[in-house]
């Protein structure tokens, strides 16, 4: 028929565009966001007892260890230690470790009846999987609970029931804050006194005595 040809060579030269396009490179895959490492992290530290290591993505990190609820390391966005942990600290019971921040509880010092500086710092404490909710201004990404609770043992020394609340939180500045929440759980609600300290051990370049 009339304008064939014609018809048949557009439709070819149609086809070898198509052909064309449909074999050029397929657009770049998009590269995968770098994964960052988890805010919370459950680890085991010496001794085999458990920690939590908390991390701010600008690089502020900080340990707890169940052992005691004592933090024991707080590093700023360097890598630089803040706080103090001798070369002979023992990550074991029936001792407390020494250096961070011990848990003074039920007791400070001689000031009492109890052994020195109390009984929590040489506990092991546990996780709260489901902790209250931060304040929504507080500017804080990662944030870890830990609780007490006396054992039967720990009810013979000292005769009160307690929930012990202790929160670790790493600031938007990498600013530690630590947060204490003592709860009276006795049956008879009868009231109960204590003395508390965070012994905290700070890392210092150098100390001199005049």
């Known amino acids: 028929p009339p304008g064939g040809k014609e018809r048949k060579r557009k439709a070819r030269e149609a086809s070898r565009w198509w052909g064309m396009a449909g074999a050029s490179s397929p657009p770049p895959t998009p590269k995968s966001p770098k994964l960052q490492p988890p805010l919370l992290e459950r680890a085991k530290g010496p001794s085999g007892l458990d920690k939590i290591v908390l991390r701010d993505p600008r690089g502020f ?3 707890v260890r169940l052992y005691g609820g004592q933090v024991t390391s ?27 921040i011990p848990i003074c509880f039920p007791q400070f010092g001689t000031h009492g009846n109890l ?3 109390g009984f929590a710092r040489n506990r092991l404490w546990l996780v709260d999987d489901n902790p209250p909710p931060l304040p929504v ?33 790493l600031g938007p500045k990498g600013d530690l804050f630590l947060t204490s929440r003592i709860r009276n759980t006795n049956t008879d609600g009868k009231p109960f006194s204590f003395t508390f300290a965070y012994h905290t051990y700070f890392s210092v370049s150098d100390i001199s005595t005049y």
């Open 61 to 63: 990190t900080a340990e």
């Open 137 to 169: 201004n507080s500017g804080i990404k990662t944030y870890a609970d830990l609780i007490l609770k006396p054992s039967e043992e720990d009810l013979k020394i000292w005769p009160h029931r307690f929930e012990f609340r202790l929160r670790v939180a």
């Open 115 to 117: 052994e020195k500086h």
């Open 74 to 100: 707080w590093k700023n966005e360097q890598g630089d230690e803040l706080l103090f942990v001798s070369s002979k600290a023992i990550f074991k019971s029936p001792g407390a470790i020494r250096g961070g």
